[in-house]
């Protein structure tokens, strides 16, 4: 079946301007992640969903950058006013129940901010 | 400090060696540890759970010491298609969050 899928694939904003990241789970998967991942480093905890409740926002670095996941499917990372430290590969996984299931990521979304 | 450390390598080796490589996690409370494996400019996947009694998948192998809080990584007759950088993830009791540490570079050459 398919996995998680993420769009845009590559995004290049200027400075200053906002960006919005969407992410298709897997069909019927519970718990969605975000995580950060820059240049030469492993992955970092954004947030994470369970169905349309956001339990955990505790690794979002600024009020800049919200989540959302209204329906508990299709989810959307939004950062506003963009810097140049956001860029970014933007990782989203989703599992299909809450606790240690595996985990799957989509292919990432690269942010580069100019 | 960082939650989880690994040797960013990279190991370079020839087909057929066999290549280990250890993580250490800082927090004791630390439940559930992974191998994940990223290739250039890709998503990472699951390789492996790793067990307080070690485990094995094919040439692979992954060890637990809770004691010293260090994870191992063994591939054996090591592939072409082994060259990857290999995360080593943990998570807590009661916390769905994956943290990972900085990966492993693995080079394989023919």
């Known amino acids: 079946g398919a996995g998680v899928s993420q769009s845009p694939r590559y995004k290049v904003a200027k400075r200053g301007q906002d960006v919005a990241l969407r992410c298709d789970p897997i069909s019927g998967h519970v718990s969605l992640f975000w995580y950060q991942q820059a240049l030469g480093q492993g992955p970092e905890f954004l947030t994470y969903?369970?169905?349309?409740?956001?339990?955990?926002k505790s690794g979002l670095p600024s009020d800049r950058f919200f989540a959302e996941r209204p329906e508990g499917s299709v989810s959307t990372l939004k950062i506003q006013r963009t810097q140049q430290e956001d860029s970014a590969v933007y990782l989203c996984a989703s599992s299909l129940v809450p606790g240690q299931d595996t985990q799957y990521f989509g292919p990432g979304t690269r942010l580069t901010v100019l | 400090r960082k939650e989880v450390e690994q040797d960013p390598g990279p190991f370079n080796v020839p087909e057929g060696a066999t290549v280990a490589f250890n993580c250490t996690y800082s927090?004791?409370?630390?439940?559930?540890f992974f191998w994940y494996r990223q290739d250039c400019r890709k998503e990472p996947k699951l390789l492996m759970s790793v067990y307080s009694s070690g485990n094995e998948d094919g040439r692979f192998t992954a060890q637990l010491n809770r004691a010293s809080q260090y994870i191992s990584l063994l591939i054996r007759d090591s592939k072409l298609s082994d060259s990857a950088t290999y995360l080593c993830?943990?998570?807590?009791?009661?916390?769905?969050?994956?943290?990972f540490g900085a990966g492993t570079t693995v080079t394989v050459r023919a």
């Open positions: 927090n004791s409370a630390s439940q559930s």
């Open positions: 993830v943990v998570t807590r009791s009661n916390d769905y969050k994956l943290s």
């Open positions: 969903f369970q169905n349309e409740a956001q339990l955990d």
